[in-house]
């Protein structure tokens, strides 16, 4: 199995996913791989990359959103696991978010994106993506009371400014109640503690009868850590953050807009 990130790991930096790429997914997956997207991103966002890929609708084959939050089975986008944020957590990160008037704060329920205060360069990189939100014209966070929150993230211009937002969160939250990463040089990223694409690669590898050591993870960022120390082969393509090439087995030659993943499929599965 491999499991993979989507953004500035698969995906050029336009967003768009290269022909090579695609290609070596469907020749991993003739060999009865599975190829597992595994993405802080909604599903919803990515449906049309599994079209490429040739596993849109397919049964028996999945996808992991949220930083693991949802995974996926891609025939119908049948949900196997569902793990929720508390209500509660969840509405105190939030409003801690919605304090701060430089911070766009995301709320992704298990379908749908609500943004709260967005800002213009952040909601022209969601676009790029084919992310579509809906802006929260309030901060009344009870609206969501009979959903499922998967993650509330916040986008913010710096990593002083991320890390700060951070500890007013923790300030607010305990620690222990939630496991915070980072992302896309813009995001800080707060989902339940035990939470993460580790966990997730982990549980759908049980579901599958996979062990980890047969798993191969590749990302570039700090939320991809967890899925990398989770794996027996964790890969970092060439332009990830240093602490995920410390943590990689394989570095790739290639960066993210030059067919990294078709590379690592080459070398490891074909």
Do not use: W
Not at 37 to 45: A, I, M, V
Not at 77 to 97: Q, W
Not at 163 to 191: C, G
């Amino acid at each position: 199995m491999i499991v993979c990130d989507l953004d500035e790991t698969l995906m050029n930096d336009d967003g768009s996913l290269s022909a090579k790429n695609a290609e070596a997914i469907q020749a991993a997956a003739a060999k009865g791989v599975y190829f597992v997207p595994n993405s802080g991103r909604s599903y919803t966002s990515f449906q049309n990359d599994l079209e490429t890929m040739h596993l849109r609708n397919q049964p028996n084959q999945y996808s992991i959103s949220y930083n693991g939050g949802l995974i996926l089975e891609n025939k119908d986008n049948r949900p196997i696991a569902i793990n929720a944020m508390p209500f509660e957590v969840a509405k105190t990160v939030f409003e801690a978010g919605a304090a701060n008037k430089k911070a766009a704060t995301h709320v992704y329920t298990q379908d749908k994106l609500y943004i709260y205060n967005p800002v213009p360069e952040d909601s022209a990189y969601l676009k790029n993506r084919g992310v579509s939100f809906q802006e929260m014209k309030n901060a009344d966070f009870d609206q969501f009371k009979d959903d499922n929150i998967m993650k509330v993230i916040m986008a913010l211009p710096t990593m002083p400014e991320r890390k700060q937002m951070r500890a007013d969160v923790e300030a607010k939250v305990d620690p222990k109640n939630l496991a915070v990463t980072y992302s896309s040089d813009r995001y800080v990223e707060f989902n339940p503690a035990g939470i993460d694409k580790g966990s997730a690669s982990v549980q759908l590898g049980e579901l599958l009868g996979i062990k980890p050591e047969e798993i191969i993870a590749a990302g570039d960022n700090s939320n991809d850590l967890p899925m990398l120390k989770a794996v027996g082969l964790p890969v970092s393509v060439a332009n990830g953050i240093d602490s995920v090439k410390e943590v990689a087995k394989y570095i790739t030659e290639a960066d993210n807009n030059h067919d990294a993943l078709a590379e690592v499929i080459n070398k490891f599965v074909l």
